[in-house]
């Protein structure tokens, strides 16, 4: 390679935010040496397997106390797209996600929604509950006895709800979204968020560091901020990894403008700049699991198979992508043949990636062993 810090990291070396902003700048002249270079670090860390995980989407609850501009996922009361779910109803999507072979519960709620919403509260006493978290711990034991794997992502939990959903949870999620207190001032999308404040954030991502919780977390790109406030995020994340070791991969989510949101009238990110942020991830974390979500590149989610990306994430193969639902998921069948034609193996897995399984409980790591392949991933006879 041409450029030092290239070659620096291709030798195991760190590299600063300097040289990560200078790697930057000349990939948007040129980005073939940054492209090639995390295709080789790809290449070296994950061979040619792309993984996805199987999964059903629970949209236990879409109401939330929070407000970024950026969001369609969210309900207000008396809105058609209102979700409250019901404990039958969880029990019925339990049983078609079984029927359709899921491995993945995905259980997402909006923000606190009891601490905003009187609707909210009536929900949970009607189910029997006194909060979100305690109906979720009860979902996902429900979710267990079928046979398939909880992972909550439900906003900024706080640590004793974390240490609970841990017992029944091979994983969970909270995205970073970006460590900038700038997108969160006045205009800005975070501005009417407070649980997206980068101190809340980073307070939730390290006690899940503290409880040894799997996580997943990642970024959301081209909400209007700088290139140094995504490597900033990046290398915050990395951090994170290097000091609690369990971020068990990280998500790089373009922004899709949504309709009915203030930022209708913003473009998509670029998506050039959105591979070369992807390619820089790989730089900057090696060994890490990175995913882009291939619903929010419809047409050409394969190219970034060579550029870093080792996985797609959650696909269902019944449920919508409620945050993003202009984008429905492909057909899997459709995405193995996209991976096999750009040279990768599809592999299903848990939702926790094996090199994890050990942050988990005996109990937990017992009730995969059934479905389970030599590699800790998800049997072929049971997903395809
Ligand atoms: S992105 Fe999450 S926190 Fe923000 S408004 Fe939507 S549901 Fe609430």
Redesign the pocket.
């Known amino acids: 390679m041409n450029s030092e810090s290239l070659n620096n990291v291709l030798d195991n070396k760190e590299i600063s935010h300097h040289n990560i902003l200078e790697i930057y700048q000349y990939a948007l002249k040129d980005p073939i040496e940054l492209f090639s270079t995390a295709k080789v670090l790809r290449e070296k860390y994950k061979g040619n397997t792309v993984t996805f995980s199987k999964k059903a989407f629970f949209n236990i609850v879409?109401l939330?106390k929070?407000?970024?501009s950026y969001?369609t996922?969210?309900a207000e009361p008396g809105e058609e797209k209102l979700s409250l779910m019901s404990k039958q109803q969880i029990t019925e999507l339990l049983d078609l996600a079984k029927r359709y072979r899921c491995v993945e519960a995905l259980f997402v709620t909006?923000?606190q929604p009891e601490q905003r919403y009187q609707e909210a509260r009536d929900w949970l006493k009607e189910n029997g509950f006194a909060s979100t978290s305690e109906y979720i711990i009860h979902a996902s034991e429900l979710a267990l006895e079928k046979g398939l794997f909880p992972h909550t992502n439900a906003?900024n939990l706080d640590f004793d709800e974390m240490k609970e959903l841990k017992k029944t949870n091979v994983s969970m999620g909270l995205m970073l979204e970006n460590i900038s207190d700038r997108l969160t001032e006045k205009g800005m999308p975070h501005f009417l968020?407070a649980?997206?404040r980068p101190k809340a954030r980073l307070e939730i991502l390290e006690n899940a560091g503290k409880l040894q919780i799997p996580m997943t977390t990642g970024i959301l790109v081209g909400i209007g901020e700088t290139i140094e406030e995504i490597i900033d995020s990046l290398v915050a994340i990395k951090e994170l990894h290097q000091k609690y070791g369990n971020i068990q991969e990280v998500i790089l989510q373009n922004f899709q403008p949504k309709q009915d949101t203030r930022m209708k009238d913003k473009p998509s990110a670029d998506e050039k700049y959105f591979k070369i942020i992807v390619a820089l991830s790989r730089i900057i974390m090696p060994k890490m699991n990175i995913q882009i979500p291939p619903n929010l590149s419809p047409r050409s989610y394969q190219s970034f198979l060579s550029v870093g990306i080792n996985d797609w994430g959650g696909i269902s193969p019944l449920t919508p992508d409620f945050v993003n639902p202009e984008f429905s998921w492909p057909d899997i069948s459709k995405v193995n043949e996209n991976s096999k034609n750009a040279g990768f193996d599809l592999k299903c897995r848990f939702p926790i990636y094996p090199e994890f399984f050990s942050f988990i409980s005996k109990e937990l790591q017992e009730k995969m062993k059934d479905m389970q392949n030599e590699e800790g991933l998800v049997k072929e006879e049971y997903w395809r």
């Open positions: 879409n939330c929070d407000s970024c969001c996922y969210k909006g923000e906003g968020a649980s997206k």
